[in-house]
């Protein structure tokens, strides 16, 4: 795993090399106004029972404008490096949902659709308010898709709760929620993560059996990563009938 900017990561990547580009890249998220955006991740995104128990991490900052611009710039890099036809899964919250969209078509990928992650009832209920209990994976393909590929069926809705004992970043995603959605490409194939965090992509990429790719600006989440990727042992590699 790469240690440092994924723009510095990407560069060294060759045109046409990568199967799919599934990835959970910092929101930028977290409020309404610039102030709230800017406060710190662990202040934005509540942890459970309230207190701190991962590290702060980075890149989380921008205001609209500016994190727009810059997902342009990384996304266009990623598509470079993607094989045609190669599909893309990008994690979303609500706020950046229409952002989100606009930047992956931006950087020149066919938007597909949304799949949604769906917490369950362990999410914070809020009294008169919907529970914020969806995050969504904006999906798509650098260029036509065929319908032959090698790729099961996929869920549109993908319904698992985070617990403890499987989260290890603020924002950590679910191996068994990864492991869904990294079926998007086609068996064994090369699966590019920019923003590895605790390496959940990775995890479940590995226990799929696929091969990765992946940075991480943060020296801990590196270590974590790696870690966790070490801990779990590659499937055999199935090919669909
Ligand atoms: C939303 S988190 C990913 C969490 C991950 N899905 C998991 O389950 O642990 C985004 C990660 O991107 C990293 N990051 C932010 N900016 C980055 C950059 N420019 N290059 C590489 N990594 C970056 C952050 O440090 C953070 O760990």
């Given at each position: 795993m790469f240690h440092g900017d994924c723009l510095r990561y990407l560069e060294q990547i060759p045109d046409n090399s990568v199967d799919a580009l599934i990835t959970d890249p910092p929101y930028s998220s977290g409020g309404l106004y610039m102030g709230t955006r800017q406060q710190p991740p662990s202040a934005k995104y509540l942890q459970s029972g309230g207190c701190n128990l991962y590290p702060e991490f980075t890149g989380d900052q921008r205001d609209q404008r500016s994190h727009l611009r810059w997902?342009?710039?990384?996304?266009?890099?990623?598509?470079?490096?993607?094989?045609?036809?190669?599909?893309?899964?990008?994690f979303s919250d609500w706020r950046q949902l229409p952002l989100t969209t606009d930047a992956l078509q931006a950087a020149g990928f066919t938007w597909r659709g949304?799949?949604?992650?769906?917490?369950?009832?362990?999410?914070?209920?809020?009294?008169?308010?919907?529970?914020?209990?969806?995050e969504y994976i904006v999906w798509g393909s650098k260029g036509a898709m065929p319908l032959n590929?090698?790729?099961?069926?996929?869920?549109?809705?993908?319904?698992?709760?985070?617990?403890?004992?499987?989260?290890?970043?603020?924002?950590?995603k679910p191996v068994a929620l990864m492991q869904a959605i990294v079926k998007i490409c086609e068996p064994g194939g090369l699966i590019l993560d920019p923003f590895a965090g605790s390496g959940s992509t990775l995890v479940a990429a590995k226990l799929e059996g696929y091969?990765?790719?992946?940075?991480?600006?943060?020296?801990?989440?590196?270590?974590?990563a790696s870690e966790r990727v070490n801990s779990v042992s590659a499937a055999a590699h199935v090919d669909l009938p």
């Open positions: 997902c342009v710039l990384w996304l266009t890099e990623a598509f470079r490096v993607l094989k045609s036809g190669a599909p893309v899964c990008l949304i799949a949604v992650w769906d917490k369950t009832e362990g999410v914070r209920p809020q009294l008169g308010r919907f529970r914020a209990q969806a590929r090698r790729a099961p069926a996929l869920p549109g809705v993908v319904r698992e709760p985070v617990r403890r004992k499987d989260k290890f970043h603020i924002t950590g091969r990765w790719l992946a940075s991480e600006a943060l020296q801990h989440n590196v270590q974590v």
